[in-house]
């Protein structure tokens, strides 16, 4: 998708998105003119570690001005949870081009304003990766646990957080589960709010401090039940802008004899806990 001419090597394709009102993306692509044959997008699910390519979503891309091309993907276009590539692919040999991320207008995600209390919730992230590419962050979730305000202190975590797919009822609270191959949970209390969506909550480390082994560090990942016997729902942060939270959102650490204890934000934006051995200076 080079074009050697006489002004040089054209650029290779540049994907503008656009949050659209109810979760869709408006796509509009800027092609050189030696690459105008049927393009189409492509978002390709990337593949787990030592897990097989799987299928993609190709949508035809329409024109849209000189040289400039545009999709829509729909709210109701399926994207599993996960990261998805997005490329070009011209003519029908199926060479399929990585796209540059071009301006990304994401207002309509920084409010959460397409996710309703009461329903499932599906997000799509796009953002630049690494090396420079466009990628999209996909979340699909029939339960999901929203968190707000983490206040961190002396000893303690409280977390407010608003519930989406399912509401609260008699017999909810929170659990707390070890990783690992002998998986310990502790339970806490939650405090609801009128209407059975938002609620509050308070981990005090010491609870996790007494079912932590010595010498290694342990995670605990944070869950909600929304009432007794239900599914439970990972408590995470999704409904915003950022792709990846992880690096952005750093939590204090509180030193706890020989451990310190802090929350923080997985690769895939779930809230979890560490308790990890102080390090000796």
């Known amino acids: 998708m080079r074009d050697e001419g006489a002004n040089g090597p054209v650029e290779q394709p540049r994907g503008a998105v656009t949050v659209r009102d109810g979760g869709g993306l408006l796509v509009r692509v800027h092609l050189p003119p030696s690459a105008l044959a049927e393009p189409r997008l492509l978002l390709q699910p990337r593949p787990k570690k030592g897990?097989?390519?799987?299928?993609g979503l190709a949508l035809v891309l329409e024109p849209a001005g000189?040289?400039?091309?545009?999709?829509?993907?729909?709210?109701?276009?399926?994207?599993?949870?996960?990261?998805?590539?997005?490329?070009?692919?011209?003519g029908p040999d199926g060479e399929r081009v990585p796209l540059l991320p071009g301006l990304r207008d994401l207002r309509g995600l920084v409010s959460g304003a397409n996710a309703a209390p009461g329903a499932p919730v599906a997000v799509r992230v796009p953002y630049a990766t690494k090396d420079g590419r466009l990628a999209i962050r996909a979340w699909r979730r029939?339960?999901?646990?929203e968190a707000g305000r983490i206040t961190v202190g002396s000893g303690a975590m409280t977390v407010t957080a608003r519930l989406y797919g399912a509401g609260l009822s008699e017999g909810a609270d929170v659990a707390l589960v070890r990783?690992?191959?002998?998986?310990?949970?502790?339970?806490?209390?939650?405090?609801?709010?009128?209407?059975?969506?938002?609620?509050?909550?308070t981990v005090d480390y010491a609870d996790l401090l007494a079912e932590t082994a010595e010498g290694a560090p342990v995670v605990w990942d944070v869950?909600?039940?929304?009432?007794?016997?239900?599914?439970?729902?990972?408590?995470a942060r999704l409904l915003d802008d950022i792709a990846d939270r992880?690096?952005?959102?750093?939590?204090?650490?509180?030193p706890l004899g020989g451990v310190s204890v802090r929350p923080y934000y997985t690769l895939d934006n779930d809230l979890s806990v560490e308790v990890a051995p102080r390090r000796s200076r």
Not at 71 to 87: I, M, N, P, Q
Not at 142 to 145: C, E, G, I, V
Not at 182 to 197: D, F, N, P, Y
Not at 246 to 254: D, E, G, I, N
Request: glycine share 8%; no cysteine; aromatic share 10%.
């Open 66 to 90: 000189p040289n400039e091309w545009q999709a829509v993907v729909e709210a109701d276009h399926a994207l599993e949870e996960g990261r998805w590539d997005a490329f070009v692919v011209t």
């Open 246 to 254: 992880k690096t952005v959102f750093v939590y204090p650490a509180t």
């Open 223 to 235: 869950f909600v039940h929304p009432g007794a016997g239900a599914p439970r729902a990972r408590i």
């Open 179 to 201: 990783r690992g191959r002998e998986s310990v949970v502790v339970r806490v209390a939650l405090s609801a709010e009128a209407g059975g969506q938002d609620f509050s909550f």
């Open 51 to 55: 897990q097989p390519e799987e299928a």
């Open 142 to 145: 029939a339960t999901h646990a």
